[in-house]
């Protein structure tokens, strides 16, 4: 296994060393500014001024969104273009509590490292900022679009309890269901209304009875989103926003048609309408590249780290990008008992350990692409996959028809 030369490992260090500050500053600031998806302007104009005062050429507005952007540095027309992946939408009500801020911040120290060595090494490093992972899938859309389609390997680095690498996730669909009835006054004429509320009732106790018959893994989750409008009005309209996760899309596709049914028993109950749509795009099962895995745990291990092999257990888009490219996605640690999706998470993603987190991931990331361009067989291995690359978004297509 090829290692980063001593030269080019100096230069990642001294431009790390020199943006430190600055990349802990981003990571504060964005911690204390928590934006929702597609609403990430704060973020995107924050990250990008550094990109762009640190030499990187940034483009807004990619794949058409708002707050999406690609920051590039290096030859042009490099064989090997090495992308980063920065996310950093927050959680309505618990702001940062994936930590999302940390990725923003360790991937544009990585960027802006490579960025002072990408002539030596002869590769092109691409910075994007990818909004909405928590729900729209901004990832989805611009690999869609053609945001990576010249990126050979995709890397980013997630925040967790402990570090870990190498593992896969959840496929996830998500799934809205509205029910239209009929109002009607709840004590003078309740017989004259169709209870929408009633529908919902019915769908989530037939599909919580249907867990019981679900394959080992498989979870289902969800909210009523819209009950109704007035306690003396028989409500005419409802809405339930599920999520059905599963090892990968093609699990899910099985399960559907008995979860349709589900919500389909609450119409056919209470004499209702169902629509049922999908509010983003699937995500699709991560599979992570073993070979730049296993080189960013030793890279890790290397800053006093114990990675261990593990898989995640909840879902994201960049497993819609490892079905298209070498990709990883480990979880750098925090070193806390709390879990994300909480507010004892987004406390502990703020700190002395958050601060570690983002300038070891950053190093670590580098360090890794690094390696791979200094390695003829595994730089060979990635762009020869990227040439004869195809992917189809109509693999992760609608289970709704």
Known sequence: MARTAPASDAALRARLDA???RLLLLARDLHAHPETAFDEHHAADAVTALLADTGLEVERGTAGLP???TATAGPADADLTVGLCLEYDALPDLGHACGHHLIAAAGAGAAIALAAVADDLGLRVKALGTPAEESGGGKILMLRAGAFDDVSCAMMVHPGPSDDFGGTSMASRGVEAEYRGRAAHAAMAPHDGRNAADACVVAQTA???????????????????HGGDRTNIIPARTVLRWQLRAGTLGEL?????RVRACFEAGAVATG??????EPSAAYADLRQDPWLGDTYARHVRALGRTPEAASIGASTDMGNVS???PAIHPTIGLGCAARPHTLEFAEAALGEAADRAVLDAALALARTAADLAADPDERRRVTDAHRARAYRPSSAGSPLG
């Open 207 to 225: 599909l919580a009875l249907l867990r019981q018959q679900l394959p080992d893994g498989v979870r289902m989750h969800g909210i009523v989103t």
């Open 272 to 277: 209702c309408e169902l629509t049922l749509s």
């Open 67 to 69: 707050t999406a952007f």
């Open 323 to 325: 079905h298209a490219l």
């Open 19 to 21: 943006v430190r500050e």
């Open 253 to 257: 596709e099985s399960l559907w048609p």
